[in-house]
């Protein structure tokens, strides 16, 4: 299986909302990534986990909490986003290679959010 | 800031013609990636080249890097339709920490009938 699986698809939410965007990979990678994608430009680096705990936040919004319940699961809560937060959000993971390398990432198909 | 800078940013070609995509960075690193992303879909990696590598072939695809001049290219050799997607580089800086996959500004390639 080396699938990375989002859900939803798509969300549309008020500024005041709370929700949550999921991911799940069965492929044993013990890294997992969240990325922000805005139409026409490069995926950007928000969240590293490894190993479940959170090695790097590139200094992203508290309004965007990551979490990892197990090395399966990666969750990101979006509370009282601003309609500039609008983007794909992409999930990745991949084998965790310590400070040597960053191994091939494996891409979900995204969360597709709009903020009203 | 995105750590690659792509070349060209769009490229339009027919089919059965070569491709070539080219990557600049500007820090050390420990390997550079090739990905592409198909409309609003997720993405796919390509191939991965290691610090100490010069080239890699896979398929229909070369990649070549130049550590001394901090620059890659990607060709996509007797390109099809099914091509047409954004090839975006991504650099594995060499700072220590990995996991910190920066991606560069991307090509849109079109391949037409």
């Known amino acids: 299986d080396t699938e990375v699986t989002q859900t939803p698809k798509h969300l549309v939410m008020g500024m005041t909302n709370k929700k949550s965007l999921k991911c799940e990979q069965h492929m044993g990678h013990r890294a997992m990534y969240w990325y922000k994608q805005k139409a026409k430009k490069p995926p950007e680096l928000m969240f590293v986990?490894?190993?479940?705990?959170?090695?790097i936040n590139e200094s992203v919004p508290s309004r965007f909490s990551p979490e990892c319940p197990n090395s399966s699961l990666l969750n990101l809560h979006l509370h009282a986003l601003q309609p500039e937060d609008s983007a794909l959000y992409l999930c990745a993971s991949s084998q965790d290679l310590g400070t040597l390398n960053t191994g091939e990432l494996f891409f979900g198909e995204g969360s597709r959010l709009t903020v009203l | 800031s995105q750590q690659g800078e792509e070349d060209p940013q769009a490229l339009s070609i027919q089919e059965g013609e070569n491709a070539t995509m080219n990557c600049s960075y500007k820090t050390s690193i420990n390997n550079l990636q090739w990905y592409r992303q198909n409309s609003g879909r997720g993405l796919v990696h390509l191939i991965l080249i290691r610090s100490n590598e010069r080239e890699k072939h896979s398929g229909r695809l070369r990649v070549t890097l130049d550590t001394s001049k901090k620059s890659s290219s990607l060709l996509i050799t007797a390109s099809r339709a099914a091509d047409t997607a954004s090839y975006f580089c991504?650099?594995?800086?060499?700072?220590?920490?990995?996991?910190?996959?920066?991606f560069g500004t991307g090509t849109q390639l079109k391949v037409e009938l």
């Open positions: 991504a650099t594995d800086p060499n700072t220590g920490g990995g996991n910190k996959l920066t």
């Open positions: 986990y490894s190993y479940e705990k959170l090695s």
